[in-house]
């Protein structure tokens, strides 16, 4: 492992956050490969929310009577046009089987396919696209990450360190992989607020931990984690980090140029991206130590009965007919992302989750959920003892789709007394009416229950 950390040295090219993803995006625009499209390039580079929202076809329409207002970006994020056109476009025209075709639609579908891994290293700041692994999800992702860890690391008595506020993709896997293999699941503990317990951590980082494995920001309360910190605080003791990206990369640059993480996941759903696809960052040496997650057609050199011969990353770690069309429509979301101001992106969303929160805190009988002072994406609350589901279903009424549920973080929601929230999401494409509408919402709702 102190090989692995050496051969990877990390390039301190940024100090701060709020400068690297300025930078990084700079540089992203500069290094953004664009796909043969015959789309109308997109330039959003002045940041104009109505000009955004109007590139995503599913928010304008009316539900149950009502303009719909779009809240559960966490969820699952609505597509703009140009990533449902650029499907259409590869079903219609250029479908065919990748990697194995000598005919003109394979060569192109093979080279299009590739492309979006290096568009999608560009994003994440990794310089070797053989380290990027195309995946179902995020959840993929991590499953792949625990059964290399549960087939080539882990021992008896080691130890996997996650915190209280982890969905369950990434506790499941490391619980399997504990029971598995007799290493044992550490748990840091997240306070109140919503903020990891640092001196915790700190503490039950030990040479015991093989792995620290966390996410960037909080799907349910929205809490920005200190990343950075905690990446260095394991690697000072050679523990490798698993970040998961899910939630962060629909809101912020995400470099492994600052980051240096081990393994990192992103889901494209999530990212504006067709559902069914997603992302595996992975150091070379860790996924070359791995055995395959899957095996059969394409992740072979030589199949004999005797024996097979492994391709090497990333090859041997996309068995089968992979989700091609998924691919090229996430190299289309990468493509509109790299044309946005993401910094006023990410200004124009912050402004809209802070009014929220204090629109909904300022109702009387509404309780957030969570009160990290860094945060994205996401608000949790409660009002009064109406269930969560008849918070979600009485705004449905309205119109309004937001979460109602233990969003995958039961184990966080029980430490809370909690079996459910109600919870907003925002995204880059709602706007202040949308906000309005939700307030309007929950104050008639409060009415009408209490
Ligand atoms: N991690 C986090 C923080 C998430 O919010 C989610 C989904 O909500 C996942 C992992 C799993 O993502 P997927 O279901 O797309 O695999």
Redesign the pocket.
């Known amino acids: 492992m102190r090989g692995l950390e050496a051969a990877h040295g990390r390039i301190l090219v940024f100090g701060y956050i709020a400068i690297d993803i300025e930078i990084c995006l700079t540089l992203r625009h500069i290094v953004a490969v664009k796909d043969t499209a015959t789309l109308e390039p997109i330039n959003h580079q002045k940041f104009d929310p109505e000009m955004i929202r109007a590139d995503f076809p599913v928010l304008h329409q009316s539900v149950r009577g009502k303009p719909l207002v779009y809240l559960d970006s ?2 699952s994020a609505q597509k703009p046009k140009s990533v449902i056109e650029r499907l259409d476009r590869y079903y219609r025209e250029e479908h065919s089987n990748i990697h194995r075709g000598v005919h003109f639609l394979s060569e192109q579908a093979t080279e299009h396919y590739e492309a979006v891994r290096q568009k999608v290293a560009n994003l994440m700041g990794v310089a070797d696209p053989d380290e990027i692994i195309f995946v ?5 992702g ?1 499953n792949l990450v625990a059964h290399g860890f549960t087939h080539s690391v882990l021992q008896p008595g080691d130890e996997i360190l996650i915190t209280e506020m982890e ?1 369950h ?2 506790i499941v896997p490391w619980q399997i992989a504990a029971e598995q293999t007799g290493a044992r699941l550490v748990v840091i503990p997240v306070d109140a607020d919503g903020i990891i317990d640092q001196s915790a951590f700190r503490k039950l980082l030990s040479e015991k931990t093989k792995l620290l494995a966390f ?1 960037h ?3 349910a309360l929205g809490t920005i984690n200190p990343v950075r910190e905690m990446i260095d605080a394991a690697h000072a003791l050679n523990v490798p980090v698993l970040l ?1 990206g ?2 962060s990369y629909p809101h912020m640059g995400v470099d492994h140029r600052d980051l240096d993480w081990d393994f990192t ?1 992103f ?1 494209g ?2 990212l504006f991206g067709p559902t069914g696809i ?1 992302v595996l960052h992975g150091k070379r040496a860790w996924l070359e130590r791995f055995p395959p997650y899957q095996s059969g057609g394409d992740m072979i050199e030589k199949v004999r009965f005797e024996g097979t011969v492994y391709k090497g990353i990333p090859g041997k770690f996309e068995a089968g007919t992979p989700h091609i069309a998924g691919v090229i429509g996430l190299g289309e979301a990468v493509d509109y992302l790299n044309s946005m101001d993401r910094l006023a992106a990410r200004k124009h969303e912050d402004g809209l989750l802070e009014a929220a929160r204090k629109g909904l805190a300022a109702i009387d009988g509404v309780r957030l959920v969570g009160n990290a002072p860094d945060r994205a994406g996401a608000v949790s609350f409660l009002v009064g003892d109406i269930h969560a589901h008849d918070i979600g279903t009485f705004l449905d009424a309205d119109g309004i789709a937001i979460r109602a549920g233990h969003h ?1 973080v039961q184990p966080l929601l029980a430490k809370y007394g909690l079996a459910a929230t109600a919870r907003a999401s925002f995204s880059f494409y709602n706007n202040m009416d949308d906000v309005e509408r939700l307030l309007a919402g929950v104050s008639r709702l409060k009415q009408f229950f209490l």
Not at 136 to 140: I, M, R, V
């Open positions: 966490a969820a179902k999800g995020a959840t993929e991590i969905h993709a990434n996410t920001v909080s799907n998961d899910a939630q996941v889901s759903h999530k997603g995958c």
